[in-house]
């Protein structure tokens, strides 16, 4: 049993900075993966970033890479998705999203990020 709460969504202008977090509850092992997925209104969702739960692996979506970064605090039990340098286009509901073993089975309620023109 998993739960996640993101939260750290908002508005903010282009070329601004926010930090997501995914708060996990619940037993974790030395394989699980944490996903960043996002969503945007008539769009599919996608896949943002991952990291292992140590954080010693990570990977991104060609359209992310340099602008953000994925971090886990094992811890505090928590990920996070620092997002720099956003655009508009990075606007959508943001998931964090937790796997064991193949398909991400746990899933966040997501948090609106918004980036203005």
């Known amino acids: 049993q998993v739960q996640l709460v993101e939260s750290g969504g908002g508005l903010v202008q282009a070329g601004g900075s926010l930090r997501l977090s995914c708060q996990v509850s619940?037993?974790?092992?030395?394989?699980?993966?944490i996903g960043w997925f996002r969503q945007a209104p008539g769009k599919e969702r996608e896949f943002v970033a991952s990291?292992?739960?140590?954080?010693?692996?990570?990977s991104y979506t060609t359209s992310v890479k340099g602008r953000f970064t994925i971090s886990t605090d094992n811890a505090k039990n928590t990920v996070y998705l620092q997002m720099n340098s956003l655009k508009p286009e990075d606007t959508a509901v943001y998931y964090c999203a937790g796997a064991y073993s193949g398909g991400y089975d746990y899933w966040g309620q997501g948090t609106q990020v918004t980036v203005s023109s």
């Open positions: 619940g037993r974790t092992f030395s394989t699980f993966v």
């Open positions: 990291s292992s739960w140590s954080g010693g692996s990570t």
